[in-house]
């Protein structure tokens, strides 16, 4: 699933690449998003990251947000050729981005404003005080805690099994046990991890590309998750396996307490 670093990485991508330029034609090739209506002649004047929402502005003041849930993805092509699990298509001239989803869970909205999130992003608007005067005495274990995006905006399963292993911090711990330097601990090693993997354009471990179909390179950098039975880069434990939320969790049981 696209999380923080996955959606900054397109993001800023876009940016780059369709800021400025008018829109030529949009083609919708599922039914789950007919309602969205043709965007012919309207101008990119802006896009950025919101949460885990990439947000277009177009010069009539309507954003257009994209959420890519489980496996969406955009990819730009220079040629009309529709890519496989294509959804919908938006086309300037010398080229197209595709959204592509094989699951069809990825959703699109055009929309006048865009409101508040209900949480606050690990890189905008996040305070350390005001998380642990609102969250710090919860009885939530704290992985799941971190991943909860209305206390946090940004963090996903993969990138939390890497901080909390960074900060020494066990992953069934519960909240309100932890101190004020433990937060600390867990925030600064949010922001390292999640800084090192925009760098990388991501984490490819199976469905996750950027705007020109290129893996991220962060699965490299990887310490924790999906390392089960190798050695702790920090204390040369063994790193194991558990399962929280349904979802896997990777821990040196040796290190983080």
């Not at 209900?118 to 905008?124: A, L, M």
């Not at 399963?157 to 600390?184: C, F, M, Q, V």
């Amino acid at each position: 699933m696209p999380e923080l670093p996955e959606v900054e990485t397109l993001s800023c991508q876009l940016q780059e690449k369709i800021c400025g330029r008018k829109i030529l034609a949009t083609e919708v090739y599922d039914s789950k998003l007919a309602d969205i209506k043709n965007l012919k002649g309207r101008i990119i004047t802006a896009v950025e990251r919101k949460g885990k929402t990439i947000a277009i502005l177009l010069d009539d003041g309507n954003f257009v947000l994209i959420h890519l849930r489980m496996t969406g993805r955009l990819f730009w092509q220079e040629d009309s050729t529709r890519p496989k699990h294509s959804r919908w298509r938006i086309t300037f001239v010398g080229g197209n981005v595709f959204l592509i989803d094989p699951r069809r869970f990825a959703t699109i909205k055009i929309i006048k404003k865009v409101e508040s999130q209900p949480s606050k992003d690990i890189f905008k608007e996040f305070d350390l005080k005001d998380f642990i005067k609102n969250h710090g005495s919860r009885r939530a274990k704290v992985k799941s805690l971190i991943m909860d995006q209305r206390a946090v905006a940004g963090i996903g399963n993969i990138y939390a099994s890497e901080i909390l292993h960074r900060a020494g911090i066990h992953p069934e711990r519960i909240a309100a046990t932890l101190t004020k330097d433990d937060w600390k601990k867990i925030f600064h090693q949010a922001k390292a991890v999640l800084k090192t993997a925009i760098r990388k354009r991501g984490t490819s471990i199976s469905d996750w590309r950027d705007l020109y179909g290129r893996k991220g390179e962060n699965q490299h950098e990887l310490k924790a998750y999906g390392q089960v039975g190798k050695r702790c880069s920090i204390c040369g434990g063994t790193i194991c396996r558990i399962k929280q939320g349904g979802r896997g969790t990777f821990y040196c049981p040796s290190c983080q307490k």
